[in-house]
């Protein structure tokens, strides 16, 4: 298990930006895979967006690309996400998970991000 702990979620207006970070302990980072996932208030969990152990090779949903970068510093064990233009409709709890394999099983307790129009 790795213990994964989410930072920098708050209020924010419309059009503007927050970088998420996420510090993992407890295993070697750079053997995991990473994710942010969000929830909005009546929604299920989407995927946001997704990045391979070596950091190479990233993924996102169609709603947040070229607004979003995920990122990671294995010397740092943490990974960012750094949210741009940033819409109301990307209001959620945002959650950083981990892999292994297949499945993200590793997860944050989750933050808020707040975006006023």
């Known amino acids: 298990q790795v213990q994964l702990v989410e930072s920098g979620g708050g209020l924010v207006q419309a059009g503007g930006s927050l970088r998420l970070s996420c510090a993992a302990s407890g295993r070697t980072f750079s053997n995991y895979d990473m994710a942010w996932f969000r929830q909005a208030p009546g929604k299920e969990r989407e995927f946001v967006a997704s990045i391979r152990k070596i950091g190479i090779f990233t993924n996102y949903v169609d709603s947040v690309k070229g607004r979003f970068t995920i990122s990671r510093d294995n010397a740092k064990n943490t990974v960012y996400l750094q949210m741009n233009f940033l819409k109301p409709e990307d209001t959620a709890v945002y959650y950083c998970?981990?892999?292994?394999?297949?499945?993200?099983?590793?997860w944050g307790q989750g933050i808020q991000v707040t975006v006023a129009s």
């Open positions: 998970a981990a892999r292994l394999t297949t499945n993200y099983d590793n």
